[in-house]
């Protein structure tokens, strides 16, 4: 019943930013794990970003050095810092809990479109 509305995506050029974040209709401070994941047309949901009550856990190898997952808990809001994006990271980005289906639904997700 966590409602998680996700938000700042848009259209930007190689190389360029954008900041991600993910509003919670609860505290996160009772989510062990929330994470960013990814789905690209024609492929498979992908797990981008992971963060604990302790700081980040995980970032997939494509995206490493590159993307920052963080989250203030007093706003029960999870960003995702995207910097030097790439065209392959276009896609549709959900925020969710770790495992998903501790929450057992999508939301609607935000698009971000990468242009080369």
């Known amino acids: 019943q966590v409602r998680l509305e996700e938000s700042g995506g848009g259209l930007v050029q190689a190389g360029g930013s954008l900041r991600l974040s993910c509003a919670a209709s609860?505290?996160?401070?009772?989510?062990?794990?929330m994470a960013w994941y990814r789905q690209a047309p024609g492929k498979e949901r992908e797990l981008v970003a992971a963060?604990?009550?302790?700081?980040?856990?995980h970032y997939a190898d494509s995206v490493k050095g590159r993307f920052t997952i963080s989250r203030d808990n007093a706003k029960n809001t999870v960003y995702l810092q995207m910097n030097s994006l790439k065209p392959e990271d276009t896609a549709v980005y959900h925020c969710?809990?770790?495992?998903?289906?501790?929450?057992?639904?999508w939301g609607q997700g935000t698009q971000v479109t990468v242009s080369s």
């Open positions: 969710n809990t770790v495992p998903w289906r501790l929450r057992g639904f």
């Open positions: 609860e505290t996160i401070k009772r989510i062990v794990a």
């Open positions: 963060i604990t009550t302790s700081g980040p856990v």
